[in-house]
Protein backbone atom coordinates (compact mmCIF):
# COMPACT_ATOMS: atom_id res chain seq x y z
CA UNK A 1 0.00 0.00 0.00
CA UNK A 2 1.58 3.15 -1.05
CA UNK A 3 1.37 6.08 1.76
CA UNK A 4 2.73 9.79 1.03
CA UNK A 5 3.75 12.06 3.26
CA UNK A 6 4.39 15.97 2.71
CA UNK A 7 6.90 18.25 4.52
CA UNK A 8 8.03 21.77 4.81
CA UNK A 9 8.11 24.72 6.72
CA UNK A 10 4.83 25.54 8.04
CA UNK A 11 5.20 29.35 7.63
CA UNK A 12 6.22 31.46 4.62
CA UNK A 13 6.63 35.12 4.34
CA UNK A 14 4.69 36.92 1.93
CA UNK A 15 6.46 36.99 -1.68
CA UNK A 16 8.48 34.51 -0.80
CA UNK A 17 8.39 30.96 -1.92
CA UNK A 18 6.51 28.36 -0.56
CA UNK A 19 8.18 24.48 -0.71
CA UNK A 20 7.24 21.05 -0.19
CA UNK A 21 8.39 17.81 -0.82
CA UNK A 22 5.82 14.39 -0.69
CA UNK A 23 8.19 11.51 0.49
CA UNK A 24 6.81 8.56 -1.18
CA UNK A 25 6.59 4.93 0.41
CA UNK A 26 5.35 1.67 0.06
CA UNK A 27 5.61 1.59 -4.14
CA UNK A 28 8.45 3.49 -6.41
CA UNK A 29 7.40 6.98 -8.86
CA UNK A 30 9.90 5.31 -11.11
CA UNK A 31 7.52 2.16 -11.79
CA UNK A 32 5.13 4.67 -14.03
CA UNK A 33 1.26 4.26 -14.82
CA UNK A 34 0.74 6.85 -12.28
CA UNK A 35 0.67 10.75 -11.66
CA UNK A 36 2.09 12.52 -8.43
CA UNK A 37 0.07 15.87 -7.85
CA UNK A 38 -0.41 18.00 -5.17
CA UNK A 39 -3.86 19.81 -4.05
CA UNK A 40 -4.46 22.49 -1.93
CA UNK A 41 -7.39 23.58 0.74
CA UNK A 42 -7.89 27.13 1.89
CA UNK A 43 -9.36 27.37 5.28
CA UNK A 44 -12.76 26.51 5.38
CA UNK A 45 -12.99 26.10 1.26
CA UNK A 46 -12.66 23.69 -1.14
CA UNK A 47 -9.89 21.48 -2.80
CA UNK A 48 -8.02 22.97 -5.51
CA UNK A 49 -5.68 21.05 -7.90
CA UNK A 50 -2.26 22.55 -8.33
CA UNK A 51 -0.67 20.06 -11.13
CA UNK A 52 1.04 16.93 -11.63
CA UNK A 53 3.78 15.65 -12.70
CA UNK A 54 5.48 12.12 -14.11
CA UNK A 55 8.14 10.38 -13.18
CA UNK A 56 9.69 11.52 -16.30
CA UNK A 57 9.57 15.19 -14.99
CA UNK A 58 6.63 15.88 -17.34
CA UNK A 59 4.78 18.40 -15.21
CA UNK A 60 1.21 19.69 -15.47
CA UNK A 61 -0.56 22.78 -14.14
CA UNK A 62 -3.83 24.46 -13.07
CA UNK A 63 -3.72 27.49 -15.86
CA UNK A 64 -4.99 29.58 -12.76
CA UNK A 65 -1.85 28.90 -11.12
CA UNK A 66 0.50 28.48 -13.51
CA UNK A 67 3.76 30.77 -14.23
CA UNK A 68 3.88 30.69 -10.03
CA UNK A 69 3.89 26.94 -9.08
CA UNK A 70 6.64 24.28 -10.05
CA UNK A 71 6.48 20.78 -9.49
CA UNK A 72 9.94 18.49 -9.63
CA UNK A 73 10.52 14.61 -8.92
CA UNK A 74 13.67 13.17 -7.70
CA UNK A 75 13.35 9.43 -8.53
CA UNK A 76 16.46 8.92 -6.44
CA UNK A 77 14.33 10.18 -3.38
CA UNK A 78 11.47 8.42 -4.57
CA UNK A 79 9.76 12.10 -3.31
CA UNK A 80 8.19 14.93 -5.48
CA UNK A 81 8.40 18.44 -4.59
CA UNK A 82 6.23 21.85 -5.21
CA UNK A 83 7.46 25.39 -5.63
CA UNK A 84 5.29 27.98 -5.29
CA UNK A 85 6.22 31.48 -5.47
CA UNK A 86 5.30 35.29 -4.56
CA UNK A 87 3.26 33.78 -2.26
CA UNK A 88 0.48 36.18 -0.53
CA UNK A 89 -1.65 35.54 2.07
CA UNK A 90 -4.33 33.21 0.01
CA UNK A 91 -1.63 30.82 -0.34
CA UNK A 92 -2.56 29.80 2.91
CA UNK A 93 -3.97 26.18 3.03
CA UNK A 94 -3.24 22.74 3.69
CA UNK A 95 -1.53 21.53 1.10
CA UNK A 96 -1.66 17.57 0.18
CA UNK A 97 -0.06 15.64 -1.68
CA UNK A 98 -1.79 12.34 -3.91
CA UNK A 99 -1.04 9.62 -6.06
CA UNK A 100 -3.26 10.35 -9.15
CA UNK A 101 -4.56 7.43 -11.94
CA UNK A 102 -4.51 8.25 -15.57
CA UNK A 103 -8.34 9.09 -15.66
CA UNK A 104 -7.66 11.83 -13.09
CA UNK A 105 -8.75 10.04 -9.61
CA UNK A 106 -6.58 10.62 -6.71
CA UNK A 107 -6.21 7.28 -4.72
CA UNK A 108 -4.31 7.64 -1.96
CA UNK A 109 -3.57 11.07 -0.25
CA UNK A 110 -1.08 12.49 2.16
CA UNK A 111 -2.44 13.59 5.38
CA UNK A 112 -1.97 17.29 4.41
CA UNK A 113 0.47 20.03 5.24
CA UNK A 114 -0.47 23.53 6.48
CA UNK A 115 1.03 25.98 5.32
CA UNK A 116 0.39 29.78 6.46
CA UNK A 117 1.86 32.15 4.50
CA UNK A 118 2.25 35.26 6.98
CA UNK A 119 4.65 38.11 7.89
CA UNK B 1 -11.03 27.22 -15.03
CA UNK B 2 -14.41 26.88 -13.82
CA UNK B 3 -15.34 25.15 -10.88
CA UNK B 4 -17.93 22.20 -11.41
CA UNK B 5 -21.31 23.14 -9.70
CA UNK B 6 -22.36 21.74 -6.95
CA UNK B 7 -25.31 22.64 -4.45
CA UNK B 8 -23.73 23.86 -0.93
CA UNK B 9 -25.88 21.51 1.12
CA UNK B 10 -28.25 18.21 0.78
CA UNK B 11 -29.51 16.38 3.75
CA UNK B 12 -32.06 13.30 4.47
CA UNK B 13 -32.26 11.32 7.22
CA UNK B 14 -31.09 8.04 7.99
CA UNK B 15 -32.03 4.98 6.12
CA UNK B 16 -33.14 7.29 2.98
CA UNK B 17 -31.58 7.92 -0.07
CA UNK B 18 -29.71 11.82 -0.90
CA UNK B 19 -28.46 12.51 -4.11
CA UNK B 20 -25.76 14.97 -5.21
CA UNK B 21 -25.26 17.00 -8.47
CA UNK B 22 -22.17 18.33 -10.14
CA UNK B 23 -22.56 20.03 -13.09
CA UNK B 24 -19.95 20.85 -16.07
CA UNK B 25 -20.25 21.25 -19.53
CA UNK B 26 -19.52 19.01 -22.57
CA UNK B 27 -15.85 19.93 -22.00
CA UNK B 28 -15.17 18.21 -18.72
CA UNK B 29 -18.11 16.02 -16.82
CA UNK B 30 -20.03 15.66 -20.14
CA UNK B 31 -16.31 15.25 -22.86
CA UNK B 32 -15.07 12.17 -20.13
CA UNK B 33 -15.83 9.23 -17.97
CA UNK B 34 -13.51 10.75 -15.56
CA UNK B 35 -15.37 11.67 -13.04
CA UNK B 36 -14.74 11.26 -9.44
CA UNK B 37 -15.85 12.04 -6.01
CA UNK B 38 -14.37 11.90 -2.36
CA UNK B 39 -15.33 12.34 1.03
CA UNK B 40 -13.93 14.38 3.69
CA UNK B 41 -15.01 14.01 7.35
CA UNK B 42 -14.39 17.54 9.26
CA UNK B 43 -10.19 17.90 9.73
CA UNK B 44 -9.86 14.71 8.00
CA UNK B 45 -8.24 13.77 4.59
CA UNK B 46 -10.24 13.52 1.85
CA UNK B 47 -11.01 9.67 0.63
CA UNK B 48 -12.05 8.61 -3.00
CA UNK B 49 -15.80 7.29 -2.48
CA UNK B 50 -16.26 6.61 -6.67
CA UNK B 51 -14.01 6.88 -9.52
CA UNK B 52 -14.55 7.02 -13.53
CA UNK B 53 -18.80 7.76 -12.88
CA UNK B 54 -19.27 5.03 -11.38
CA UNK B 55 -16.77 2.39 -10.42
CA UNK B 56 -16.37 1.76 -6.35
CA UNK B 57 -13.30 1.77 -5.25
CA UNK B 58 -12.39 -1.83 -2.49
CA UNK B 59 -13.71 -1.04 0.93
CA UNK B 60 -16.10 1.57 -0.46
CA UNK B 61 -20.21 0.52 0.93
CA UNK B 62 -22.40 -0.31 -2.55
CA UNK B 63 -24.67 2.34 -0.88
CA UNK B 64 -22.28 4.83 -2.85
CA UNK B 65 -23.20 5.03 -6.45
CA UNK B 66 -22.62 7.10 -9.32
CA UNK B 67 -23.91 8.07 -12.36
CA UNK B 68 -23.69 10.72 -15.24
CA UNK B 69 -26.19 12.77 -17.70
CA UNK B 70 -24.92 14.75 -20.26
CA UNK B 71 -23.06 17.66 -18.55
CA UNK B 72 -24.12 16.26 -14.63
CA UNK B 73 -22.69 13.73 -12.79
CA UNK B 74 -24.14 12.65 -9.98
CA UNK B 75 -23.78 10.69 -6.12
CA UNK B 76 -26.22 9.11 -4.37
CA UNK B 77 -26.03 7.68 -0.57
CA UNK B 78 -28.35 5.47 -0.13
CA UNK B 79 -29.64 4.20 3.24
CA UNK B 80 -28.10 7.17 5.05
CA UNK B 81 -25.86 6.42 8.18
CA UNK B 82 -24.88 8.96 10.63
CA UNK B 83 -21.26 8.14 9.46
CA UNK B 84 -22.24 9.35 6.49
CA UNK B 85 -22.45 13.00 7.49
CA UNK B 86 -19.60 14.82 5.73
CA UNK B 87 -18.02 17.54 3.00
CA UNK B 88 -18.35 15.88 -0.47
CA UNK B 89 -16.22 16.60 -3.72
CA UNK B 90 -16.56 15.64 -7.55
CA UNK B 91 -13.63 15.82 -9.31
CA UNK B 92 -13.48 15.95 -13.53
CA UNK B 93 -10.51 15.47 -16.23
CA UNK B 94 -10.82 18.70 -18.35
CA UNK B 95 -8.26 17.51 -20.84
CA UNK B 96 -5.51 19.09 -22.02
CA UNK B 97 -3.84 17.57 -18.35
CA UNK B 98 -6.26 19.53 -16.64
CA UNK B 99 -8.39 18.57 -13.42
CA UNK B 100 -11.13 20.79 -11.57
CA UNK B 101 -13.13 20.15 -8.43
CA UNK B 102 -16.80 21.09 -7.88
CA UNK B 103 -17.17 23.65 -5.00
CA UNK B 104 -18.06 20.79 -2.70
CA UNK B 105 -21.57 19.69 -0.73
CA UNK B 106 -22.29 19.59 3.16
CA UNK B 107 -24.17 16.09 3.86
CA UNK B 108 -26.05 16.70 6.52
CA UNK B 109 -27.86 13.55 8.02
CA UNK B 110 -31.00 14.46 9.66
Known amino acids: QVQLQESGPGLVKPSQTLSLTCTVS??????????WSWIRQQPGKGLEWIGY???????YYNPSLKGRVAISVDTSKNQFSLNVNSVTASDTAVYYC???????????WGQGTLVTVSS | QSALTQPPSASGSPGQSVTISCTGT?????????VSWYQQHPGKVPKLMIY???KRPSGVPDRFSGSKSDNTASLTVSGLQAEDEADYYC??????????FGGGTKLTVL
Open chain 1, 26 to 35: GGSISSGGYY
Open chain 2, 91 to 100: SSYVGANNVV
Open chain 1, 53 to 59: IYFSGSS
Open chain 2, 26 to 34: SNDVGGYDY
Open chain 1, 98 to 108: AKTDWTAFFDC
Open chain 2, 52 to 54: EVS
